[in-house]
């Protein structure tokens, strides 16, 4: 018995030490953002963060990936696009050029942008097959009604990446930003799992 008590003892001490160095994290990574810890415990509110309006793009096309997904189901068009895809990258990298950026690391992020929509396209399908009650009945155009969508969001894609340019890399003050953005957008469109988890590979070359 006395042996428990000591082991629980040893496991309670370092999980507070893991928490506290967690907190000391997220209050450094706030402040980098100008969070102070008085508005992060009081605030309801998060303040926005300079990486939210890109965030908020990437769950727009994410969530774009579901009119693709029902475009597709039940017909012959795979979900894999290697020519298309290949006209998005380097159109991508080209608006990149102009705009005075880099192209690859810009295409790099319109790859994860492609990967996370047929991540979306793909569980979609899996669930419409095993649970064809679910399935959408009406066929959006691919043509008219969704790839207009996702050529302004590629623009507006290029224009928020100039903006933040400065403030994307590896650092704690980016990735402070992001956790925030990503909770901001998470809190908007309320994504599911399959949407969430997208949203998040989606997003993760902002900060590499």
Wanted: hydrophobic share 45%.
């Amino acid at each position: 018995m006395r042996e428990r008590q000591v082991q629980m003892s040893i496991e309670n001490s370092f999980t507070k030490s893991v928490y506290a160095g967690l907190a000391t994290l997220m209050v450094a990574g706030l402040s980098s953002v100008g969070v102070t810890p008085a508005t992060a415990a009081s605030a309801r509110v998060l303040p926005k963060s300079e990486l939210t309006s890109l965030v908020d793009l990437a769950a727009e096309r994410i969530l774009l990936a579901d009119k693709v997904a029902a475009a597709k189901f039940g017909t012959t068009v795979p979900i894999e696009d290697p020519v298309r895809e290949q006209q998005v990258l380097d159109q991508a990298a080209a608006l990149a050029a102009d705009a005075g950026i880099d192209p690859e690391g810009t295409a790099d992020f319109f790859r994860a942008q492609i990967e996370m929509s047929k991540f979306v396209q793909q569980g979609l399908h899996d669930l419409w097959t095993e649970h064809p009650e679910l399935a959408p009945v009406e066929r959006p155009d691919l043509a008219t009604e969704v790839r207009p969508a996702l050529d302004r969001i590629t623009v507006e894609f290029i224009d928020q990446l100039v903006r933040t340019e400065d403030l994307r890399g590896s650092t704690l003050r980016c990735k402070a930003s992001l956790i925030l953005a990503k909770e901001q957008v998470n809190r908007r469109y309320d994504l599911d799992r399959l949407h969430g988890r997208a949203l998040r590979g989606a997003i993760e070359p902002v900060c590499t």
